[in-house]
Nanobody, 124 residues
Framework: QVQLVESGGGLVQAGGSLRLSCSAS????????MGWFRQAPGKEREFVAAISWNGARSNYADSVKGRFTISRDNAKNTVYLRMNSLKPEDTAVYYCAADSSTYGSDRQDEYDYWGQGTQVTVSS
């Protein structure tokens, strides 16, 4: 089992920045590729970004490319999502997820473990 806890969400004005953190406990964090997803009100959960187990590879949804950066610190069992130039349409609950086998998947069913989510609200 892997337990994931997100933090760092909040209310920010459009154009602002936030950094989300996802702290992992349980099994060895570096065994897992990690992803961030988000779910806006009334919409399905969607892929945001993913990072490989060692941080060497990352990929992003087109909607956040160039604005968001995913990173990880395996010594701290933590994955981050730096979000710059935030837009009102980035408003959502953000979830981190762990995948034991597949790097970079945008499919939710590929991920084995999920956090409880953290709310990000971007005001216009």
């Amino acid at each position: 089992q892997v337990q994931l806890v997100e933090s760092g969400g909040g209310l920010v004005q459009a154009g602002g920045s936030l950094r989300l953190s996802c702290s992992a406990s349980g099994r060895t964090f570096s065994n897992y590729h990690m992803g961030w997803f988000r779910q806006a009100p009334g919409k399905e959960r969607e892929f945001v970004a993913a990072i490989s187990w060692n941080g060497a590879r990352s990929n992003y949804a087109d909607s956040v490319k160039g604005r968001f950066t995913i990173s990880r610190d395996n010594a701290k069992n933590t994955v981050y999502l730096r979000m710059n130039s935030l837009k009102p349409e980035d408003t959502a609950v953000y979830y981190c997820a762990a995948d034991s086998s597949t790097y970079g998947s945008d499919r939710q069913d590929e991920y084995d473990y999920w956090g409880q989510g953290t709310q990000v609200t971007v005001s216009s």
